[in-house]
């Protein structure tokens, strides 16, 4: 397994390329109260390294569950705060595993979704959400979970997503 700040190292070298998506960019609607609070307290920050780990934590209005309703564009900018905020165990509501395996596992292709929210399945969505994701993105995340599973619990929904998403995704990268 990767340590802790090896892993950091690579989620910074990983994502540095990634572009902030724009303030018009960051939720993945505007239904419901979540979406819009998210885009008031995201607005103008164009610099995921300088969030404070507390912010992310409770983000958006104390909900904790702005990597639920971003956009995908905006997940891929903003993900590494939350990823190194957790490996710095920072966190304490925010949990970024979820978001990166709950609708990977083989149940989430029969969840449906309601066209408000796009449609389609959990698992579809999903798939479009990371499947533009480098091959060094997906690596990192590979890596961050296996970290998730070795140094902190047992999680079926990780172990699921790993293997019909994750590993295959990046052992196709590494074919190519």
Same mark, same amino acid.
């Given at each position: 397994m990767v340590d802790t700040q090896t892993l950091i190292t690579q989620i910074l070298e990983a994502f540095a390329e990634v572009r902030f998506p724009g303030d018009d960019n960051l939720a993945i609607n505007t239904y419901g109260d979540e979406a819009p609070a998210l885009i008031a307290e995201f607005t103008g920050k164009d610099d995921w390294r300088s969030l404070d780990p507390k912010f992310l934590?409770?983000?958006?209005?104390?909900?904790?569950?702005?990597?639920?309703f971003f956009s995908a564009a905006a997940r891929q900018f903003y993900l590494p705060a939350y990823l190194i905020a957790d490996?710095? #165990?920072?966190?304490? #509501?925010?949990d970024p595993a979820f978001i990166l395996t709950t609708s990977l596992t083989p149940n989430a292709d029969r969840e449906r979704i309601a066209r408000i929210w796009g449609g389609?399945?959990?698992?579809?969505?999903a798939r479009e959400s990371f499947d533009f994701y480098s091959s060094a993105q997906a690596q990192v995340i590979v890596d961050y979970l296996f970290w998730k599973l070795e140094d902190r619990w047992y999680d079926a929904g990780i172990e699921h997503a790993l293997e019909h998403y994750w590993l295959p995704r990046v052992l196709d990268s590494n074919m190519q």
């Open positions: 934590d409770q983000a958006p209005d104390g909900w904790a569950n702005a990597l639920c490996l710095r #165990e920072q966190l304490e #509501e925010q389609g399945t959990m698992g579809e969505r």
